[in-house]
């Protein structure tokens, strides 16, 4: 009995989540109050949300295979797991970007579009900061380097995740393992430089006038974390379902280390772009924070003190992260927490002052919940969770801090 | 009151392990082991308590925290306030922003600090004090295991323990 079983209930409930999302979407195309800005910015969050988890726990298993680090080869098909809704994900960005790019196109673009450097029509005022940009920021250009940069990423992945399922197959694994460090390492290289491209194009793109050398890393903290959390999630559930028997304390000990240190990488990075902000005060830089705090300053508050505070002062000590009750309560709301950064990232560069979190965003964020789930949990039922194979096995079995 | 002590030298780490759990699970206590390196798990089988000096580190902590706080709130609010980049500067809430870096280095100086101080005090590693190593193979590849006896019976069932696991040299020190 080494397989989870995505049961029939569980199935159900993410069928809900999923149909809830769908109605939210109806809701959100029939409703005069949602301006189609509003409408594809939310999708875009949400898939950049969870594509980000995706990408984040892939990166973190690679990570592992070139540290070749033994205590995390339990929970490596937990990694895998999270990491196949990243095509999906990827998909439905891309969708946004077209359908921008499709309405802003031409004489008559429209304006009401997330991307707003993507407007062309003679409505435009001439913008000198875009159109130096317009060398990077292009619309042929950005679509294909997501579409190539998004396969690779997927590619590797998946090469990744099938020589890993065929090592429990055969005896002869050693090989195969390092195949997988080998692609480990190429995928990390190329995930640190292509990551930042993608950072600019999905998100920073959104301000188009603004630009941060760091913004790209803050994001890479925030998938980093948020894979982490998710990761956590899974194997503390699959522990109460009980399989995964092989993870203990001291595995949950290490996975909440790294969930309170990228917390307070996440904080350090935040507070330091906000303070040579606060502190140079140039113009071009400060509008930024200025969109954040004038107009969405609850959210921007809460979110920065949450997500810093409450697992610095939480999960400093070592019961905490030997505790699962602990690990699932700050999980959730860091997960919360981050979702309502993410939102700050997305809204006020493309639906401005008038932002509202209704029925519409909070449906489809729950559908989305679904569709992540129904993904990832179908992905954890197909192979054995418990892995067979693998050169540090019996070190992670010995874990022991 | 005893002041007899067996000192049991092994030159494996494992069979070290060994042997202090059969000697604590035979209800004898180990006053110390003496090793070149590290052993993971020893502390739990000698069953010293958990260390302090988390403890000590927030306490330190926070007086660096102070102090850089008094510091900087009296030169920068009180005595000599600087106007920099037009900045204001009456209060200290609304210079934070740029105090944190400070608070926070001073945090971190005075924790590492006064733990280092600390450790160092605790377990008398200072310059000029006579080493309380009490064989000099500990320092290479030996393991050292004391343990105190209480009684005759005490010596030779410790003595017996470390036989069985192994060790290489068994000695008994009127201490």
Known sequence: MNYYTFSDKAKRLTYILMGLGVIALIFGLVSGNITSTRFWANILLEAAFFTFISLGAIFFMSLQYVAQSGWSVMVKRVYEAVGRFLPFGLIIIFLVMVVSAIKGAGANGSNDIVYHWMHKGTDKIYDELVAKKSMWLNIPFVLLRTLIIGGIWVYLANVMRKRSIEMDLTNDYLPLHFKNLMTAAYYIVFFGITEQFMAWDWIMAIDANWHSTLFGWYLFDDMWLTGVIVTVLLTIHLRRKGLLTNVNANHMHNLGLWMFALSVLWGYLWFFQFMFYWYTNIPDEVVYFQARIDHYRCIFWIMFCVNLLLPLIVLMTRDTKRNDKYLVIIGSILLVTHWLDAYIWVMPGSIGVEWNIGFYEIGLAIGFIGFFLYVVLSALAKVPVQIKNHPYIEESLHHHI | ?175
């Open chain 2, 1 to 175: 009151m005893s002041h007899t002590f067996v000192h049991a030298l092994y030159d494996d780490d494992d069979r070290l392990k060994d042997g202090a759990t059969k000697v604590r699970s035979l209800g004898h206590t180990i006053k110390d082991v003496f090793s070149p390196f590290p052993v993971h798990g020893i502390d739990k089988i000698m069953g010293i308590k958990r260390t302090r000096i988390s403890i000590c580190c927030f306490i330190y902590g926070c007086t660096g925290f102070s102090l850089a706080f008094w510091m900087i709130s009296y030169m920068m609010v009180y005595d000599w306030p600087i106007d920099i980049g037009g900045k204001p500067n009456f209060t200290p809430y609304h210079n934070l922003p740029s105090w944190i870096p400070i608070l926070f280095e001073s945090t971190v100086l005075c924790s590492a600090h006064g733990m280092a101080i600390t450790f160092l005090l605790r377990s008398w590693l200072l310059p000029g004090v006579s080493p309380k190593n009490p064989d000099p193979r500990t320092t290479d590849d030996h393991f050292l295991m004391v343990m105190p006896a209480y009684t005759d019976a005490d010596i030779k069932a410790i003595t017996g323990i470390a036989k069985e696991t192994g060790a290489v040299e068994i000695k008994t020190v009127h201490a």
